[in-house]
């Protein structure tokens, strides 16, 4: 496993782009809307891994939520895996609570599943596979 990306909530992605712009010294490289999640989103490459801004484009977006509840910030951390399904079961196995039993797709060409933070420490913790 590595860190794939860290998913930060936002009120504007605009701003945001512009703010991270500054701390990475790096334009972002993509914006990509996932309709299924109400969510606009654009990634800065750091290293290995991505920073994930994330806007709700409609008021069911479970960011819309999450900022009205906690404000903007840290929302999840994604592990990249190869074998998204095994590690669904056996996470299921070792007691976890999955957001999603099937994996769904993401942005930026990855299939995905969310585990409960009730499960992880209060992290929202995302699993991803690339999809090849
Ligand atoms: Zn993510």
């Known amino acids: 496993m590595k860190i794939e990306h860290i998913g930060i909530a936002v009120k504007s992605l605009e701003n945001a782009?512009?703010?991270?712009?500054?701390?990475?010294?790096?334009e972002?490289?993509?914006?990509?809307?996932?309709?299924l999640e109400?969510?606009?989103?654009s990634f800065f490459q750091v290293g290995d891994s991505?920073?994930?801004?994330?806007?709700?484009?409609?008021?069911?977006?479970?960011i819309k939520k999450f900022i009205d509840k906690r404000g903007e910030g840290l929302h999840h951390i994604a592990f990249a895996?190869?074998?998204?399904n095994a590690e669904i079961e056996r996470l299921k196995n070792e007691g976890f609570e999955v957001l999603n039993d099937t994996p769904k797709p993401g942005a930026d060409n990855k299939l995905v599943c969310f585990l409960h933070p009730k499960s992880c420490n209060y992290v929202l913790v995302e699993l991803c596979q690339e999809i090849k």
């Open 28 to 35: 972002h490289y993509k914006t990509e809307a996932v309709e």
């Open 50 to 62: 991505k920073i994930e801004l994330l806007e709700a484009t409609n008021e069911e977006s479970a």
């Open 38 to 41: 109400g969510v606009s989103t």
């Open 17 to 26: 782009n512009e703010i991270f712009k500054k701390v990475l010294g790096e």
């Open 81 to 84: 895996v190869e074998d998204i």
